[in-house]
């Protein structure tokens, strides 16, 4: 298990060394959502309205930008053939690179997105559950998302499959997410619900998402 | 090879798992496949067009229905199909089992796309409108983008081992999260907006649109399997041409080399 967490530790401290990363994925975020008003128009009613789906669709795609991130590197140096062969089974290697990657990025992008909301005249009720749903999905989409990367390690120019390949995974995500911040906020009973499934869906992607990446990387290293 | 089909020590699958064997049986299988699939669907197009009646409400677009629902049905199995054949070969490496997943791929996704095709005809005047985010209409849009990326991955990969193994991999997840995307596809939909369409369910629907129906599922379903095993077929010949192009140009280079070295 010390394995584990030196890896995670490693991906962490490169992620931070690396700068950059996590600091474009913010970037990126903030700029898809300031052109939304450009597109709809200033109605701030609208956009208090379409706020948490605007807010959700925005981080799925600024989380999907950081994805070939989690095993690019390491494949271009070869740490990742290291790791492959190495005593720690590369399904756990593999979670814990899922899990940096959430630590380094899907947090991260939780915790703008009220700053966002502000810009988007997102209700004040609506905050903690826009957080709250957000740091319960986000595991869902750095660990499908990790299946998606390792797919596509060895594809040139890979970034674009990787986004039609992981995008409708996404969907139960996204549709949950809404669902709970919806109900929280005046809509049809049943935040509880919504909540646990999406929490459901993370941790189901957290036990196929590690397998599934690793049988992809096992094949490629081969 | 063709001792190899004959050895009695082997399993039935076993045996149809061998590529000579397979071209050999689906050789023989296939053109009567496909007459029952022409007559099939032929005898149940007279049927819809002069034995059963007009829908009273809907008129003449119910035909529609004939093409729709068989399609519909058919990209779901073709997934199914492509679940299975990826299961088969990620376990027990079946080298057909890569090439009934590959062949199943685009099939899936033409089926996937007529049932959404004569369902947006048949949404224009019934609905008024082409398109309806409907949950129905909703997951079979999705199932359509699964086999975009599972036919984009494979078709990105050079490496046909590798691009089948990788496509068994997706094809696998794709197909556990399949129920997730549906269920939460139906939640969505009563979310957002109250059921507003009637549809024909099963039991109410009266005998002289029943049969019809029956006959052009199982004729669309024929067809959809003599495809199936043309693809195949087609797959396999592909292969062991390419397999034969690899040792010409590998005989050549040694050639060329011995050549240079003299």
């Known amino acids: ?222 | 090879m063709t001792k190899a089909a004959m050895n009695p020590q082997q399993s039935l699958t076993q045996r149809l798992a061998n590529p000579t064997r397979f071209m050999e049986l689906s050789g023989r299988v296939l053109p009567w496949l496909a007459a029952a699939a022409a007559l099939l669907i032929a005898y149940a197009l007279y049927l819809v067009f002069f034995v059963a009646p007009d829908d009273y409400q809907q008129g003449q677009t119910v035909k529609i229905m004939f093409i729709h629902v068989p399609a519909a049905w058919l990209g779901m199995l073709g997934y199914a199909l492509i679940a299975v054949s990826s299961f088969g070969y990620l376990v027990f490496r079946h080298p057909l089992a890569d090439v009934s997943a590959k062949a199943a791929a685009p099939l899936g996704a033409a089926f996937t796309f007529l049932a959404l095709a004569t369902g947006s005809l048949w949404g224009k005047p019934m609905w008024g409108t082409y398109w309806v985010w409907d949950a129905r209409l909703t997951s079979m849009l999705i199932l359509l983008f699964l086999y975009f990326g599972l036919m984009a991955l494979r078709s990105a990969i050079e490496d046909d081992a590798l691009a089948g193994k990788l496509c068994a991999v997706l094809g696998l997840v794709g197909v556990s999260i399949l129920p997730i995307i549906k269920f939460s596809v139906d939640w969505w939909n009563t979310l957002h907006q109250p059921a507003s369409v009637i549809r024909l369910d099963g039991p109410t629907i009266h005998p002289d649109l029943l049969w019809p129906l029956l006959y052009s599922a199982v004729g669309f379903s024929l067809l959809f399997f003599a495809l199936h095993t043309k693809g195949m077929r087609n797959e396999i010949l592909r292969r062991r041409l390419r397999s034969l192009t690899m040792a010409e140009v590998d005989r050549a280079r040694t050639v060329s080399a011995t050549a240079a070295a003299e």
Do not use: C
Not at chain 1, 50 to 75: M, Q
């Open chain 1, 1 to 222: 298990m010390s394995a584990f967490w030196t890896l995670l530790k490693r991906d962490l401290l490169l992620q931070v060394r690396e700068g950059g990363a996590v600091g474009t994925a913010l970037g990126f975020y903030l700029v898809v959502v300031t052109m939304m008003p450009l597109g709809l128009g200033p109605d701030l009613n609208l956009l208090s309205r379409i706020a948490p789906g605007v807010l959700w669709i925005a981080l799925l795609l600024s989380a999907l930008l950081s994805l070939p991130r989690i095993f690019e590197a390491d494949d271009e140096d070869g740490s990742l053939e290291v790791i492959a062969t190495g005593d720690l089974p590369l399904e756990l290697a593999t979670a814990a690179k899922a899990l940096a990657h959430w630590i380094s990025t899907g947090i991260p992008l939780a915790l703008l997105a009220p700053v966002l909301g502000l810009l988007l005249n997102l209700e004040l009720s609506a905050y903690p559950v826009l957080v709250a749903t957000m740091l319960a999905g986000t595991p869902a989409i750095s660990f499908l998302g990790a299946v998606g990367a390792a797919l596509t390690l060895r594809v040139r120019r890979g970034g674009l499959l990787l986004a039609l390949l992981v995008l409708p995974l996404y969907i139960p995500t996204l549709i949950f997410g809404i669902a709970a911040i919806s109900a929280a906020t005046g809509g049809p009973s049943g935040f509880q619900a919504s909540f646990l499934i999406l929490s459901a869906i993370s941790l189901f992607s957290l036990v196929i998402g590690p397998v599934a990446a690793a049988a992809a990387i096992r094949f490629q290293t081969q």
